[in-house]
Each structure stands twice: as C-alpha cells, then as structure tokens.
C-alpha cells in the first residue's frame, strides 16, 4: 500500500510569510505527528492529531498550528515565518494513538523549509 | 528539556564489526524505547523497539539493551554492513508525555567497507 505522502518536498520562503504542509497518511492510520528536525536536534515534536482532534502538542509557538481532516489528511501552517523555522519537517501516521505496545510510526520522506 | 539523549554525533566501524549506539533518558516513567533509521532524503524508519519491563530485544542483526536503573539503553549492530550507514534516532515514549513519542537527536554511523 502508499506510504506517508508530503507535499510539497521543497519550499522557499521568505520571513514574514506563511506556509502549509500537507501530509496524507497510510490508508487506514487515523492518527498524524508532526515533527521538525533540524541539526543536532534531533526529531522535535510539533503535535499529534487522531480523529481530527490535536491529542498532544509540544513546545512551540502558536505560530505552528494544524489540523486534520475527516479522511486523516493532516496539514500544518506556519505563520510569520523566521529564519530559524528552516527544517525539514516530518509527517508520520500510525494506526492508533500509541496504546499498548508501540504502535509503529510511518514517516514521510519530509517537507525541506528554507526561510530567507 | 531534552528527555532522551544521544551524546555521540557520530560513529564510525569497520565493516563486519559491532556498531554499539548509545541513548540515555531522564524520565524513568516511559513505557517503550525505539530505534529509527533515517537515510537522507528519506523520513525515519522504524527499526526495533523494547518494552520497559525487558531487557533485551533482538531482532536479526539488531539487538536493543535496556538498563532501566541507568535509564540507559543501547542498539548493538553485528556485523555491521556499509548498508547500515545512516542517522539512528533514540526515541521513548509513555509516562507524563502520553502518546508523544520524544526522540534523541540522532547519531550517524558510517560503517566502512
């Protein structure tokens, strides 16, 4: 079956503006993460939706928000860009949110921000 | 805050040998620990994971270890191939986070043939 699809994979911006992701999920996952992953910090949570309800969220700024949509595609904005939310910026989906074992998480190849 | 730590950047070993990667955690509440593997250009894939009530895991050449009184844990790569080289994130989740899944911030291997 697909995997975890991102659009688009590259974006130029300049401070100041805004921007959306998308991700669509593996059929059949109803929950998304998002994640930002810079150098030397790793995968950074941004937050987690299940059932079109954002279930966790990590420590940013209300400039980062999302949602999701009845058919589990999720998207993410940025508003008032800065420099230093240049990332790559991670989607990964899974089947359920986390409960018992760990439920694997499927990531996509990424959306690469560059903020000007 | 940074819950789970890889402290080594980087990591390099001879084809054929042990590649030993290291994580340590500071939240003794976290219920599950796994290992990704990211290429470039390519998202994190998962690669094994271990329960907070085990010690060891082992799959295939792949085998994670768990110290839960260091809140420590490590992956063990034997032998390791050139195909192993890429970034391997740390991550754990459970405890106060929830449902969050809270990752290290990677160590690259580079396996040399």
């Known amino acids: 079956k697909a995997g975890v699809t991102q659009t688009p994979r590259y974006l130029i911006k300049t401070r100041g503006q805004q921007v959306t992701l998308s991700c669509s999920p593996i059929?059949?996952?109803?929950?998304v993460s998002w994640y930002q992953q810079t150098p030397g910090q790793g995968l950074q949570f941004l937050f987690e939706?299940?059932?079109?309800?954002?279930?966790n969220k990590g420590n940013f700024p209300g400039r980062f928000s999302g949602r999701q949509f009845s058919n589990s595609r999720s998207e993410m904005n940025v508003s008032t860009l800065e420099l230093g939310d240049s990332a790559l910026y991670l989607c990964?989906?899974?089947?359920?949110?986390?409960?018992?074992?760990?439920?694997?998480?499927?990531f996509g190849p990424g959306t690469r921000l560059t903020v000007l | 805050d940074q819950q789970v730590k890889q402290n080594s950047p980087s990591l390099s070993v001879q084809e054929g040998r042990i590649s030993i990667l290291n994580c340590d955690y500071t939240?003794?509440?976290?219920?599950?620990f796994l290992w990704y593997k990211k290429y470039p250009a390519e998202g994190p894939t998962f690669l094994i994971s271990?329960?907070?009530?085990?010690d060891k895991n082992e799959d295939g050449r792949f085998t994670v270890f768990l110290n839960k009184s260091a809140k420590h844990l490590s992956l063990h790569i034997v032998p390791s191939q050139p195909g192993d080289s890429a970034v391997y994130f740390c991550?754990?989740?459970?405890?106060?986070?929830?449902?969050?899944?809270?990752f290290g911030a990677g160590t690259r291997l580079f396996v040399k043939a």
């Open positions: 939240n003794s509440m976290f219920d599950y």
């Open positions: 991550a754990a989740k459970g405890g106060t986070g929830g449902f969050k899944t809270i």
């Open positions: 990964a989906s899974s089947k359920e949110p986390g409960q018992g074992a760990p439920d694997t998480q499927y």
């Open positions: 939706y299940f059932s079109e309800t954002q279930r």
């Open positions: 271990i329960s907070s009530i085990k």
């Open positions: 059929s059949g996952h109803r929950s």
